[in-house]
């Protein structure tokens, strides 16, 4: 059973526009979650992260919303460069994971920014 | 270097075949995780290492063992593999026990067994 869920496999969207990625999770015991950025033969790349003690956390371009009512949380880009095109993963963790971060993936959303 | 490296990159290799796969960090980071990323699924955990000790072994088959010999190395060692062991074996290191939870990957290797 997915724990986090990433539900649209693609988005395309225009440069200039807004991209909203967004995530699901099941597990209420989350309390952190991650976004990362991975482009072709390359590794995860860290992006942004949200505590559950807040529903918005911004970097520039890109900010996260969490809604932990709804279990839901959502990237947002924007303006969207063609640069942004990659795969996106949303990851989540628990507490009492042990001194590591042990990190749940979802299945990851192609973003394609077109120019 | 800089960040986690990961070789070889890319690896072909038979069934009754035995080689290993290697990971550095250079963040100065105490725990490290190999990941499988198989297509269309989630990364996966498969082992943890936290001080060099294994801390989580998340019922990965006896084919692949893994070595830690310290902070910085992680090897994965495999032996008589399935074809649908074929996949992007990621590294990552964290620093555990800070409260962070942002784990920094190497760039992969592809493993194609035949």
């Known amino acids: 059973d997915q724990q986090v869920k990433q539900n649209s496999p693609s988005l395309s969207v225009q440069e200039g526009r807004i991209s909203i990625l967004n995530c699901d999770y099941t597990?209420?015991?989350?309390?952190?979650f991650l976004w990362y950025k991975k482009y072709p033969a390359e590794g995860p790349t860290f992006l942004i992260s949200?505590?559950?003690?807040?529903d918005k956390n911004e970097d520039g371009r890109f900010t996260v919303f969490l809604n932990k009512s709804a279990k839901h949380l959502s990237l947002h880009i924007v303006p969207s460069q063609p640069g942004d095109s990659a795969v996106y993963f949303c990851?989540?963790?628990?507490?009492?994971?042990?001194?590591?971060?042990?990190?749940?993936f979802g299945k990851g959303i192609t973003l394609s920014v077109r120019p | 270097e800089t960040g986690v490296t990961q070789t070889p990159r890319h690896l072909v290799m038979g069934m009754t075949n035995k080689k290993s796969l290697k990971c550095e960090q250079h963040?100065?980071?105490?725990?490290m995780y190999w990941y499988k990323q198989s297509a269309k699924k989630p990364l996966e955990l498969m082992f943890v290492?936290?001080?060099?000790?294994?801390?989580e072994n998340n019922s990965v088959p006896s084919r692949f063992s893994p070595e830690c010999p310290n902070s910085s190395h992680l090897f994965l060692h495999l032996h008589t593999l399935q074809p649908e062991d074929s996949a992007l074996y990621l590294c990552?290191?964290?620093?555990?026990?800070?409260?962070?939870?942002?784990?920094?990957f190497g760039p992969g290797t592809r493993l194609t067994v035949t």
């Open positions: 990552a290191s964290s620093q555990a026990g800070t409260g962070g939870h942002e784990q920094y």
């Open positions: 597990n209420s015991m989350f309390d952190y």
């Open positions: 949200i505590s559950s003690i807040k």
């Open positions: 990851a989540a963790s628990a507490p009492g994971a042990g001194a590591n971060s042990k990190l749940t």
């Open positions: 963040l100065g980071h105490n725990a």
């Open positions: 290492y936290n001080f060099k000790e294994q801390t």
